[in-house]
């Protein structure tokens, strides 16, 4: 079985302009509706850095919590973990960036004072789980190649921090399939990885990860998200393309593909415009089968 990790309350709508908390607290339900049994559901973050995931704490208070599914949420600092645990989340994810210079504009912090952060962070929290997601772990727009012994360095260094488990995160689509088993014979497959459409390759990178092991993948609804501090840089990898993949090769995910395009169709007229999502815009391959 392959774990859907559902971010598009968080990555994809940080890239949008803010819609109300009852319409994403809507869209985390719906989500939860179609099967999505994890799901990030807001970030605790300045309202004035990401004006779209203002009112985290009011949303996870009108959220109907479900039985068996995980409402986590991203967190930037120890301040933010702390505000987190209150509104009862069920765990955290922290970025942290291979690329120096990615993490300063990202977080304003260093490397060195991130990895510092995610150790406080950790030793708050006691046992409530903390995933750390390396960004730019496969190059930066910046500094260029990231070589995986480097993301591998900084994953140790994160381990040792109480990172109870690592993501490994392609921010601005400069992963291969070739490049994804460099890192994962470097990291080993039992993580997660969180791909992005900017070169078109975050579906094959997902099969490359898959025949080697990964069982484990963040994605968006619709496709939706991209990191504002790196041009060019567009969304996540669209959940129902990976649902539509992993249908077709028997693996299960516990997502009902149907619904979740319903979602996807929904959250187009939220957001305003079309969703990158290939599967959304051509409809799934059962529809003309027979």
């Known amino acids: 079985m392959v774990v859907v990790r559902e971010v598009g309350p968080r990555d994809g709508l940080q890239a949008e302009e803010p819609v109300s908390v009852e319409d994403r607290v809507r869209l985390i339900e719906r989500l939860v509706d179609a099967g999505v049994r994890c799901i990030e559901a807001v970030s605790f973050v300045s309202p004035k850095a990401v004006p779209s995931m203002a009112g985290a704490g009011e949303v996870m208070a009108a959220l109907s919590r479900r039985a068996g599914v995980e409402y986590l949420a991203l967190v930037p600092n120890l301040r933010g973990a702390e505000l987190a645990m209150e509104a009862g989340v069920d765990g ?15 977080v304003r912090m260093t490397i060195d004072e991130s990895v510092e952060a995610v150790r406080s962070i950790c030793a708050a929290v006691g046992s409530l789980p903390v995933d750390t997601v390396v960004s730019c772990a496969f190059g930066s727009p910046y500094e260029g190649d990231i070589m995986p012994s480097t993301v591998g360095a900084l994953a140790l260094r994160l381990a040792d921090a109480g990172a109870t488990s690592l993501t490994y995160a392609d921010t601005t689509g400069m992963a291969t399939p070739r490049r994804v088993r460099e ?24 099969f490359a990860a898959l025949e080697a092991g990964v069982t484990r993948f963040d994605t968006s609804v619709g496709g ?67």
């Not at 955290?92 to 504009?105: C, D, G, I, Q, R």
């Not at 990291?187 to 997660?192: E, F, L, S, Y």
């Open 183 to 206: 890192l994962l014979d470097v990291v080993g497959v039992d993580v997660g990885l969180h791909l992005h459409e900017t070169r078109g390759t975050a579906l094959v990178n997902a």
């Open 92 to 106: 955290l994810t922290v970025t942290v960036s291979a690329s120096a210079v990615y993490n300063e504009k990202n």
């Open 224 to 290: 939706l998200g991209g990191s504002p501090f790196a041009a060019g840089a567009a969304g996540n990898l669209a959940t129902e393309d990976l649902v539509h993949l992993l249908d077709d090769l028997g693996v299960p995910t516990g997502i009902d593909l149907e619904a979740l395009l319903a979602v996807s169709e929904w959250v187009a007229a939220l957001v305003g415009h079309a969703v990158p999502s290939r599967v959304a815009a051509a409809g799934p391959r059962s529809r003309l089968a027979g």
